[in-house]
């Protein structure tokens, strides 16, 4: 099996998915609040503009940005760290490091984030994707306040 290779680009946006070990649905209830508070954390401490995301039961999607490349690494390394010693201390939760894609376009950004926007209709759990909570379509798509997390701002992210 071929390795994957993350590659981390400054000023671009990043479409980053992680996984749950063995696809297990332990990205529910307070897990999932959990996970917003590393995220918050993390876009704090390092300056990292979430943009876009979804959380399904066994693993997310996110869209990130930073200035420079190797603080997407940092983001994605803090938080998965983060979440698994509080989520399961002492076990391991996320599969493998996260993939991530770097976004050369703005035609690749919107395609991204309508593939996550769309990912739990796709997986039956949903009808329509503003139905699924732990989403950023409302926000995004509908101008809704973010409910749970509030993502970024894309003022300023030219590509």
């Not at 946006?13 to 508070?37: K, M």
């Not at 979430?50 to 603080?71: Q, S």
């Not at 993939?99 to 209709?121: C, E, F, G, I, Q």
């Amino acid at each position: 099996m071929t390795r994957w290779h993350n590659h981390y680009l400054d000023g671009h946006p990043h479409f980053c998915t992680a996984s749950a070990l063995d696809w297990e649905r332990v990205l529910v209830g307070s897990a999932v609040d959990v996970l917003y508070q590393e995220w918050d954390s993390a876009r704090k401490a390092l300056g990292v503009k979430v943009l876009a995301y979804i959380i399904m039961p066994d693993h997310f999607h996110i869209v990130l940005w930073a200035e420079k490349g190797d603080l997407i690494s940092m983001f994605l390394r803090r938080t998965q760290s983060l979440t698994s010693r509080r989520i399961r201390p002492g076990l391991s939760l996320w599969k493998e490091r996260p993939r991530v894609l770097a976004l050369y376009s703005s035609s690749a950004l919107r395609t991204k984030v309508d593939y996550l926007h769309r990912n739990p209709v796709r997986a039956e759990l949903v009808e329509n994707p503003e139905e699924w909570e732990h989403s950023s379509y409302r926000q995004l798509v509908l101008g809704e306040p973010g409910r749970g997390f509030v993502c970024d701002s894309w003022e300023g992210i030219n590509i």
